[in-house]
T-cell receptor
Framework: GAGVSQSPRYKVAKRGQDVALRCDPI?????LFWYQQALGQGPEFLTY????????KSGLPSDRFFAERPEGSVSTLKIQRTQQEDSAVYLC?????????????FGPGTRLTVT | GENVEQHPSTLSVQEGDSAVIKCTYS??????FPWYKQELGKRPQLIID?????GEKKDQRIAVTLNKTAKHFSLHITETQPEDSAVYFC???????FGQGTILTVHP
């Protein structure tokens, strides 16, 4: 079946612009995670949804970052007033379970470059 | 929160040799430890994982060992092949905390 998809794959934004990054998880997957991966680093946790509920947003670096998953499926990560330090690959992952630990399947990522 | 340290940062081996990558974690409550392989420009892909109730797990040429007392776990790749060349990340916990990555190069 289809895996996790993300769009756009590449985004160039001028400093100060707002961006919206989309994640389509695997159908039926309850849990959805966002990670930020800087060049040459491991992914870093941003936020976690279980269905439509955002259960953990402790990794969001500032109040310019906002994520939503209103119908418990597609999720959007929004970054307001982008800064150069926001340049990174944003990865989305989904997993089937809730209340337990299940494999996380990653999307291809969105590479954001802020100029 | 959880903190994961990974060593070495780079590893170069000859085809057919074994490769070992080690990670330590800080949170004794962590109970899930996956390993991901990431090729350049691609998404991380799970290659093996282990849960805290198991000390070792093997899948063909890949094995992972876990020492809960010492809070460290290791990835072992035997009979390495050039296609094993990639960046490998260990991770811990439910909301994954990743190590810094190991660039593995397998020379033909």
């Amino acid at each position: 079946g289809a895996g996790v998809s993300q769009s756009p794959r590449y985004k160039v934004a001028k400093r100060g612009q707002d961006v919206a990054l989309r994640c389509d998880p695997i159908s039926g997957h309850v849990s959805l995670f966002w990670y930020q991966q800087a060049l040459g680093q491991g992914p870093e946790f941003l936020t976690y949804f279980q269905n439509e509920a955002q259960l953990d947003k402790s990794g969001l670096p500032s109040d310019r970052f906002f994520a939503e998953r209103p119908e418990g499926s597609v999720s959007t990560l929004k970054i307001q007033r982008t800064q150069q330090e926001d340049s990174a690959v944003y990865l989305c992952a989904s997993s089937m379970g809730q209340g337990g630990i299940y494999e996380q399947y990653f999307g291809p990522g969105t590479r954001l470059t802020v100029t | 929160g959880e903190n994961v340290e990974q060593h070495p940062s780079t590893l170069s081996v000859q085809e057919g040799d074994s490769a070992v990558i080690k990670c330590t974690y800080s949170d004794s409550a962590s109970n899930y430890f996956p390993w991901y392989k990431q090729e350049l420009g691609k998404r991380p892909q799970l290659i093996i994982d282990i849960r805290s109730n198991v000390g070792e797990k093997k899948d063909q040429r890949i094995a992972v060992t876990l020492n809960k007392t010492a809070k460290h776990f290791s990835l072992h790749i035997t009979e390495t092949q050039p296609e094993d060349s990639a960046v490998y990340f260990c991770a811990a916990s439910f909301r994954l905390t990743f190590g810094q990555g190991t660039i593995l190069t397998v020379h033909p």
